[in-house]
């Protein structure tokens, strides 16, 4: 490297460490976001750089000599040869979902700094290291999936309990991103209308691609965004007419309404509906992202969240627990997240032309993920904290009418008015914005505010609330229908192995019970956050991260296993340092979650407090069958938390079995990879 | 010599201007490239090339019944 390349690396340096020390020791006085903005660009610069080049050249070695899966193996369907950026550019759109706009949101209730930190941090040292040692490991294995390189590397055991986990942690994933829809829509006739409306507008752009316009899916899917635009202005005055009734449902009603499309959309053509929504909600998410990036370098909003809130206490109200571990369960997605693995060792692999391109893919697009989150964190942290806390702090915790919610939230020591909150409401189109948990509304709300700061003012905020909220809802139906159906395959090839006509993937009893038995599972879990007194949010997505940091250990331990088979126990910290941290994170997390005795954050604890008044008789008529209700599922996700940390725990010690093995020497180092073919595109530019 | 410095003043600033209608024009060209194979649309082209067929509607189901089976056996993430 030239001096003038030191010198501008150094000088990257020194700003990263600037940025991040501004945000790290501001207390009290208001910061600017680009702060955040510039701390998190250059450590992803800094990350890409060194770290990611350490481990390209080190540890993987790797060698643009050898031929890819996708020319030795190419076939023109899932094999293919594909230009680098292309390849980018599909892998972001599959692992970036609700996950780092919601998690982030909803951890900005211990202020912005513990949030920030793990986002960057994380993503450098955990997230992007496990994605780009997974896409490694895939593309040297034929690109096999995280399950078959779980059974080939570590044993039969943890291969099943990958399958297993991930199909559990998929009924979570889906019971909670429809409650997140839920929540947003509950009460407002402006956004049910919008959504409704995609779902007629999804089946014109399938009919459309099959029989009107073949292949023409551009086309098609500008003429669909056309229409869900119209869709989001007719909301307006839909919310304001004689409809606006039929549009106005409350959130069981719509968690049913959701179980139903879930079942229909699962089970009918791919080409009618999930197909085309899948196109529109693609384009959507990548032009909102890079719309919220623009609008933020433009507008540079102050934060008006502090450092830190009162709320790292474990006391907060829009979920429980300490900031240690709750805050990097919270956030997966963003900073490490398992079921990222999955879509590394999917279709990824199978379409990098070279080995090199392995770094941008898997190293860069978890940096570019991490930057979604920092935005939405950003545009959770813009708002007045009251505000934040009035939106997202549910009913049973600060009082289900305005005044009692003012009055808990400005006692704690956020300044918060009933008409402070009737303006906003009215401003964005609607009823109210109390407890609107789940952090779908209040990213809404922050991102119409920068919008609106860009241009437009506030007579523009309702179109650009409504405009996020059809944004997030519309990708989130997209994962919903899209996630029943592999949950459905999942579950078909589980059961296949007891009894071969189980696992027939076209035979119509089979699509009907199988897809019934995923959207009753997960249709479940909806319902029980639905009727939960502290809202869902507050036991389902802990639940969730827990699993989905779970997820992301079984997948640690299969890239270090792969690494000391490569290295001996040289370069094991790479994968052994952020699984150690998730461990300890996910494990203690599970723990309190379990056993806790405060009934707002230890299931059983939950479950024994509500027992314990069922029995002095404090509950009569109807609101008995309820908490027996809350009472059995608290019990529940007791189990299933437990069950998630057993399937894990089995993977690590299988692991840990086959790591003493290696280092002892009583065990060869039989590495899987696929042997070498000299490629004939070493010299090709890609 | 004022006219000698305004032409490669003006020679300078035409040349930074094809660079950047060069470069600009290259996004542009490289975003429409990420869009068609997000729509699937290169991928279509592909396997018209492939299999030595034209376009048709009969073509695009077979190609895109095949295409989604694979798509929308894959899991996304969260």
Redesign the interface.
């Known amino acids: 490297m030239g001096i003038v390349k030191r010198l501008l690396w150094a000088a990257v340096a020194c700003g990263a460490a600037i940025s991040l020390g501004a945000i790290a020791t501001s207390r009290g006085e208001q910061i600017n976001s680009m702060w955040l903005v510039i701390a998190a660009a250059l450590s992803y610069m800094l990350g890409y750089r060194f770290y990611a080049k350490f481990i390209a050249t080190k540890v993987m070695m790797l060698n643009d000599e050898r031929a890819t899966p996708a020319e030795r193996m190419e076939n023109?369907?899932?094999y293919?040869i594909?230009?680098k950026?292309?390849v980018f550019?599909?892998h972001f759109?599959?692992?970036?979902?609700?996950?780092p706009l919601v998690g982030p949101v909803l951890a900005a209730q211990f202020g912005f700094l513990p949030g920030t930190l793990w986002i960057i941090i994380g993503a450098v040292f955990g997230g992007a290291v496990q994605d780009f040692v997974i896409l490694f490991a895939s593309m040297r294995r034929d690109g096999k999936s995280l399950g078959q390189i779980a059974r080939e590397e570590v044993g039969k055991v943890g291969g099943i309990v990958a399958l297993v986990t991930?199909l559990l942690i998929?009924i979570i994933?889906l019971a909670v991103?429809s409650l997140v829809v839920v929540n947003a829509l509950a009460g407002s006739p402006w956004g049910t209308f919008t959504i409704a409306a995609t779902m007629p507008i999804a089946v014109l752009m399938g009919l459309y691609?099959?029989?009107w316009r073949?292949?023409r899916?551009?086309e098609i899917?500008v003429i669909g965004f056309l229409l869900v635009l119209a869709s989001v202005f007719g909301g307006q005055w839909i919310s304001t007419s004689s409809l606006a009734p039929m549009f106005t449902m409350s959130a069981m009603a719509l968690a049913i309404w959701i179980i139903v499309y879930g079942f229909f959309a699962s089970a009918l053509p791919?080409?009618l509906l999930?197909?085309p929504r899948?196109?529109l909600s693609?384009?959507v998410k990548?032009g909102v992202i890079v719309l919220l990036a623009v609008g933020i370098l433009l507008v540079r909003p102050e934060l008006q969240m502090p450092a830190f809130t009162r709320f790292i206490d474990g006391t907060g109200p829009v979920f429980a627990g300490k900031v240690f571990p709750f805050c990097f369960i919270t956030i997966?997605?963003g900073a490490v997240?398992g079921?990222?693995s999955?879509?590394s060792s999917?279709?990824t692999p199978k379409m990098l032309s070279k080995e090199t391109h392995a770094t941008p893919v898997g190293y860069g697009c978890m940096m570019l993920e991490s930057f979604v989150a920092i935005m939405a964190m950003i545009a959770a942290c813009v708002l007045d904290p009251g505000v934040y806390f009035a939106i997202n702090a549910p009913g049973g915790v600060v009082g289900k009418t305005a005044e009692t919610a003012v009055a808990t939230i400005s006692g704690w020591g956020f300044p918060v008015t009933a008409e402070q909150m009737a303006a906003l409401a009215h401003s964005v189109g609607e009823a109210t914005l109390f407890s609107r948990t789940g952090g779908a509304p209040s990213f809404a709300v922050g991102m119409a505010h920068i919008f609106a700061k860009g241009g437009g003012g506030d007579v523009v905020l309702g179109f650009w609330y409504h405009f996020a909220i059809m944004f997030e809802a519309l990708f989130i139906l997209?994962?919903l229908d899209?996630?029943t159906?592999?949950g459905r395959?999942m579950l078909q090839d589980l059961l296949g192995q007891v009894w071969k006509p189980l696992g027939r993937t076209g035979w119509m009893p089979g699509i009907i019970g199988f897809s019934a038995a995923i959207v009753g599972a997960w249709g479940y879990f909806l319902v029980q956050g639905v009727r939960d007194p502290l809202g869902g949010v507050n036991s389902l997505w802990p639940l969730?991260g827990i699993a989905?940091q779970l997820l992301a250990g079984i997948a640690l331990s299969v890239a270090t296993t792969i690494i000391l088979k490569m290295h001996g126990a040289k370069f094991m910290w790479i994968t052994c340092g952020p699984l150690l941290w998730l461990v300890v994170v996910t494990f203690s997390a599970g723990w309190q979650k379990i056993f806790s005795p405060i009934p707002a954050l230890g299931f059983l604890a939950q479950a024994n407090q509500l027992q314990a008044g069922l029995d002095a008789g404090k509950v009569a008529g109807a609101a008995v069958a309820q908490t027996q209700a809350v009472i059995f599922n608290a019990r529940l996700d007791a189990g299933i938390c437990g069950l998630f940390m057993v399937l894990v725990a089995v993977v690590l010690i299988d692991s840990l079995r086959i790591w003493l093995g290696i280092l002892q020497g009583t065990r060869e180092r039989n590495s899987m990879e696929s042997p070498f073919v000299l490629s004939r595109l070493s010299g090709e530019e890609a | 010599m004022r006219g000698m410095v305004r032409g490669v003043v003006r020679g300078a600033v035409r040349g930074v201007l094809r660079g950047v209608k060069r470069r600009v024009g290259g996004i542009l060209a490289?975003i429409l490239?990420?869009?068609?194979?997000?729509?699937?649309?290169?991928?279509?082209a592909?396997?018209l090339a492939?299999h030595g067929a034209a376009?048709?509607?009969a073509?695009?189901?077979k190609f895109?019944?095949?295409r989604?089976?694979?798509?929308?056996?894959?899991?996304?993430?969260?």
């Open positions: 023109g369907h899932d293919v594909t230009n950026w292309i550019g599909q759109a599959a692992i970036a979902g609700p996950g991930v998929m994933l991103v691609l099959r029989y073949p292949g899916v551009l899917s791919v080409w999930l197909a899948g196109y693609t384009f990548l997966a997605c997240s079921f990222h999955l879509i999917g279709t997209t994962i899209s996630g159906r592999v395959f969730f989905n | 490289g490239e990420l869009l068609r194979e997000i729509a699937d649309e290169n991928a279509y592909r396997h492939e376009h048709s509607g073509e695009w189901r895109s019944d095949e989604f089976r694979q798509k929308y056996q894959q899991v996304k993430c969260c």
